[in-house]
């Protein structure tokens, strides 16, 4: 029997999916068509639109159940309530505007951690293609650390090759993917609460694998250490070990993965969104999810 359900269907470019304590679920769509913040109930089916930003890409939940929204067609940072009052926060570090906002993880200091890809959507992707010459593209990506209280912001890497999913590991490092080469990188935490330079962790894309545009897109740690990568135009959501080898590969119906969540404490599943079909796929796997950070 295959290792694949479908939790929820008919969602536009779905993305960044969040599990609530309730069991019911966040998700953006980021089709023109809709554009939004969705919740969905926990038996998949009942939907309700929360709010309308444009092309909400990375979503965060904070302990106060506050949801912060990586927005990426007008590049900023969104703060929103489940009654749908947004209120954009920010727009770039000091005066350097954002690109395109693109994943958010809270961190154990509380702070909030984004990516932004580091060139604007319709540069990226005209017509809401991926442009045909993207690894001569002119990108400059960035990774910044947000206090989500008085809003501070400052920018801890550039220069990335279209940075995009980003979490914490069991040991407190941080690890950001980029997507034009494959790479997930290391940041390795210190004493003193600032981070150790880039470093190589391990790669995901199977030289194999046919297409043109593949890369690491979400990704979400497991209590086992091992890290759950959706590779965009590969089709699978690749597994690597705590050494950074690759050890599995879970294939997902379309060839779009955009991101993965674990479900809640006890349930060992991985919830992928999946572009090209429109819809959140379910894995069983042998592991919960790493607490994520609030």
Known sequence: MENRRVFAADLSVPEGPVALPDGSWLVVEMGPDRGCVTHIEEDGQTKRVIARTGRP??????REGVIWVAESQEPSLIRLTMDGRAEVVLTGCGDEGFLFPNDICFGPDGLLYMTDSGILFEDWAPG???????????IDGRVYRIDPEGLEIEKLDSGLRFPNGIAFGPDDDLYVNETVTGMVYRYRKKTDGTFSGREDFGNVVDPKAPGEL??????????????YVAVFGQGDVTV????GEVVDRLRTAGKLPTNVAFGLPGD????????????????????EGLKLYS
């Not at 809401?128 to 993207?134: I, K, L, Q, T």
């Not at 740690?221 to 091992?226: A, H, L, Q, S, T």
């Not at 690597?240 to 050494?243: H, I």
């Open 268 to 287: 060992k599943k991985i919830y992928v969104t999946e572009d090209e079909i429109g819809h959140i796929e379910v894995f069983k796997v042998n592991t």
């Open 214 to 227: 593949k890369g690491p897109d979400g990704m979400a740690f497991g209590e086992d250490g091992r890290l």
């Open 57 to 62: 890409n990375g979503l965060a939940v904070d």
């Open 128 to 138: 809401g293609e991926v442009r045909a010459d993207y690894m001569d593209a002119e």
């Open 240 to 243: 690597l070990s705590s050494e």
